[in-house]
């Protein structure tokens, strides 16, 4: 796969760009740019970010390797994240994450072999109010249990969307 934005994506970069007084302030956009079209950061998409900003491949480097919402390696189609702390921790959000590895077959980090879901525990969502939370790609669901989660997961499973 080649790595280059299209001509609308080089238009958002612009208006991304457009929105800081210094280049290097738009590089997070950019980066989920980046990600949300290429699926990961590699290597080859900080070379292509670092020359599209004129910015060392170094300190993009630094920035993906930092920022845990960037991801460093291939994921499933549906990335699966799971609060484990205070809050959803007390109202079963690690039972939660321990279920979802079970009932996918992977540890925290991977992806399933048919490359559809991947699993990774996370620190706080700022869902307190609500938790236990997931997160699947950019869909938050809130208030969750062991069956709701089965109910997502079949939905999924079977195309039928992210909505419960």
């Not at 790595?3 to 590089?27: G, H, M, S, W």
């Not at 291939?74 to 959000?93: A, D, E, F, W």
């Not at 699993?119 to 236990?132: K, Y």
């Amino acid at each position: 796969m080649e790595i280059k934005f299209d001509e609308n994506e080089l238009k958002r970069v612009e208006e991304i760009k457009a929105k800081y007084p210094q280049t290097q302030a738009a590089l997070m956009g950019v980066l989920w740019l980046a990600q949300k079209k290429f699926g990961w950061i590699s290597k080859e998409v900080i070379e292509y970010v670092a020359k599209l900003l004129d910015l060392p491949p170094s300190h993009v480097d630094g920035v993906v390797s930092f920022y845990t919402m960037y991801f460093k390696k291939p994921m499933g189609k549906y990335h699966i994240q799971v609060c484990t702390n205070v809050s959803c921790m007390l109202r079963g959000g690690e039972e939660i994450y321990h279920h979802l590895c079970e009932s996918l077959g992977i540890k925290n980090g991977e992806v399933t072999p048919d490359g559809l879901f991947s699993i990774e525990e996370v620190e706080c969502m700022g869902a307190c109010g609500g938790a236990p939370m997931i997160a699947i790609n950019e869909d938050y669901y809130e208030n969750l249990d062991i069956p709701l989660v089965d109910q997502l997961l079949e939905k999924l499973k079977n195309g039928n969307g992210t909505s419960l």
